[in-house]
């Protein structure tokens, strides 16, 4: 099982960013996607996930109206839609699969990704 996260990079503050999360070895119809980050010096943190159900999307109360979760299972693709950036943001972005419908914490999550950089500017 492989995910391979890319999309990160350096953008000004109000600016947008489209990360893409490619997953391989497993079926995207039975696993639920999520996204984390972890910044310098803080805990990893959940900030969107989407069921595998398709039922349920959660946001990350920070990231609610400026994220976009979508997935594209025939091309085994979650994407993670990132506008109005702020220096905030900046982070190792992480996508993840788990088998649960709705995970809930990190350990929920059983496949990991690398990690992609996304620094945003003031």
Request: include cysteine; hydrophobic fraction near 30%.
């Amino acid at each position: 099982v492989q995910l391979q996260a890319s999309g990160g990079g350096l953008v000004q503050t109000g600016g947008s960013l489209r990360l893409s999360c490619v997953v391989s070895g497993i079926d995207l119809n039975y696993y639920a996607i999520g996204w984390y980050r972890q910044a310098p010096g803080k805990e990893r943190e959940g900030i969107s996930c989407f069921s595998a159900n398709n039922d349920t999307i959660y946001y990350e109360e920070s990231v609610k109206g400026r994220f976009t979760i979508s997935r594209d299972n025939a091309k085994n693709t979650v994407y993670l839609q990132m506008n109005s950036l702020k220096p905030d943001d900046t982070a190792v972005y992480y996508c993840a699969a788990s088998r649960l419908t709705l995970p809930i914490t990190r350990t929920d999550y059983r496949y990991w990704g690398q990690g992609t950089q996304v620094t945003v500017s003031s």
